[in-house]
């Protein structure tokens, strides 16, 4: 078992950047592949980023403004939001998927570990 917490979610303006962490305990951080993913009011959990040994991979939405990326030794993941946007406005989890299997990162239902949530409101 791996327990996750989020951190870092706050109030910013559009155009401005936040970093995200997920702290986990509990379990060999290593041995987990990593994401985010966020939802907002009214509309389906979506897929952020992951980070699956090395190799990171991102939605459409995001790509060339977030990064993902992990520190094994603090067991922490992270996302960095740069020039962020009022339609990035969501709650923010982690999840966690053990290696091992084969799995399909970008999906919600292969993750049996999931962090509390951090809000991220874009507003001006």
């Known amino acids: 078992q791996v327990q996750l917490v989020e951190s870092g979610g706050g109030l910013v303006q559009p155009g401005g950047s936040l970093r995200l962490s997920c702290a986990a305990s509990?379990?060999?951080?290593?041995?987990?592949?990593m994401s985010w993913f966020r939802q907002a009011p009214g509309k389906e959990r979506e897929f952020v980023a992951g980070?699956?040994?090395?190799?990171?991979y991102y939605a459409d939405s995001v790509k060339g403004r977030f990064t993902i990326s992990r520190d094994n030794a603090k067991k922490t993941a992270y996302l960095q939001m740069n020039s962020l946007k009022p339609e990035d406005t969501a709650v923010y989890h982690c999840?966690?998927?053990?290696?091992?299997?084969?799995?399909?990162?970008?999906?919600?239902?292969?993750?049996?570990?999931w962090g509390q949530g951090t809000q991220v409101t874009v507003s001006s």
């Open positions: 980070i699956n040994w090395s190799v990171t």
């Open positions: 509990g379990g060999t951080f290593s041995s987990y592949a």
């Open positions: 999840a966690a998927v053990r290696y091992g299997r084969s799995f399909i990162l970008t999906a919600t239902h292969e993750y049996g570990y």
